[in-house]
């Protein structure tokens, strides 16, 4: 079976540039998550979708972050314009009703 | 609101010896419990959970009991390998094992041979 599947593994970038992470839930899950991990702030939750629906965002740094589920197979996470303490690495989870969450292998993200 | 507390690493063991992490958790309500492990350059997986209390949860040789009257969650092995080297994450969640999962610090295990 497909995991969670993010893309890209790693993005390098100058500030000021917008970002696109993107993530591919696993077929059938209904919850998917944005988490952030650094070695300062440890694992943070950004942000989750429950049935292709924001349930809470309280996670989310600022405005310069958005993320948007326009359907049940793909999600992205924007950052625009990106800073240096953007650099972190992000994992999109996802989750049938009720279940734990699986995770993807992360977007590993340098913003210069 | 909800917390969880692991004992700080790195922990440094030596293979074959017996491994305990620590977790304690607040949260209102009954919580799921969940250990998570991070390889590196990985997502994190789901090592084990339990959903009530005194519930055990195992898997490849992990276990942890779900206590509720010391709001813990510790995670033990009785014979750790060069290949559990990761880091260990404790993990809450208060409203069904989907929501929103309050985890830990994190806990860096080395196994030396």
């Known amino acids: 079976d497909a995991g969670v599947i993010q893309s890209p593994r790693h993005e390098v970038t100058e500030m000021g540039q917008e970002v696109t992470l993107r993530c591919k839930p696993i077929s059938g899950h209904n919850s998917l998550f944005w988490y952030r991990q650094t070695m300062m702030r440890g694992l943070e939750l950004l942000i989750y979708f429950n049935n292709n629906v924001p349930i809470d965002d309280s996670g989310m740094p600022e405005d310069r972050f958005s993320a948007k589920m326009p359907n049940a197979s793909f999600s992205t996470l924007k950052i625009q314009p990106s800073e240096p303490r953007d650099s972190a690495v992000y994992f999109c989870a996802s989750s049938p009703h009720n279940q734990p969450q699986h995770f993807g292998d992360g977007t590993r993200l340098s913003i210069l | 609101g909800n917390s969880v507390t692991q004992m700080e690493g790195p922990v440094t063991l030596s293979e074959e010896a017996f491994l305990t992490i620590n977790c304690t958790y607040t949260?209102?309500?009954?919580?799921?419990l969940f250990w998570y492990v991070q390889y590196p350059g990985e997502g994190l997986q789901l090592l084990l959970k339990?959903?009530?209390?005194?519930d055990k949860g195992s898997n490849k040789g992990f276990e942890a009991t779900y206590r509720k009257e010391t709001t813990s969650f510790h995670l033990e092995k009785g014979s750790v390998q060069v290949s559990d080297s990761a880091v260990y994450f404790c993990a809450l969640s208060d409203t069904g094992t989907a929501s929103k999962l309050t985890f830990g610090t994190g806990t860096r295990l080395q196994v030396t041979l």
């Open positions: 339990a959903t009530k209390a005194d």
């Open positions: 949260a209102t309500g009954y919580p799921s």
